[in-house]
């Protein structure tokens, strides 16, 4: 039986529908991911200047890039017995995580679907992702 699976991701979380005939199995997977807005202590805190802060900014970013890529690969691994994938979210992780299907060596090869989405409740979700696979192409 072919199985179908649809996706709600942001930065912090991703929700996955599988679909297979009747049947819907909801999975949460989360980030773990820093957040953008971190308090930094303040203006020039600790006697920091503003190339110092620049080059923090640059590694933090660095290492929430890292942080956002093994997200994105935990997913994948999730996704490698489903036939067709949908993709649903409200911002950029949508599109980074369609970048990362595509450099995968079996996901590349599925049919991929990405749609911007507002967040959802989970059962708002299952009647989206339901609603999706069983419309014709």
Known sequence: MKKNTGLWIDHKEAILVSIEGEKAVVQRVESGADSHLKPSGGWKSGGTNVAQSVSNEHVEDE???????????????????????????????????????GKDGELHKKDVAVEACERMTENQLIAKVKTFFSSPK
Do not use: M, N, W
């Not at 994105?72 to 992780?93: C, H, M, N, W």
């Open 63 to 101: 290492r929430r890039k890292h942080q956002y890529h093994a997200f994105y690969k935990q997913v994948t691994g999730l996704l490698d017995d489903s036939d067709r994938i949908a993709v649903f979210g409200p911002g950029e992780a949508k599109i980074e995580l369609a970048k990362e299907i």
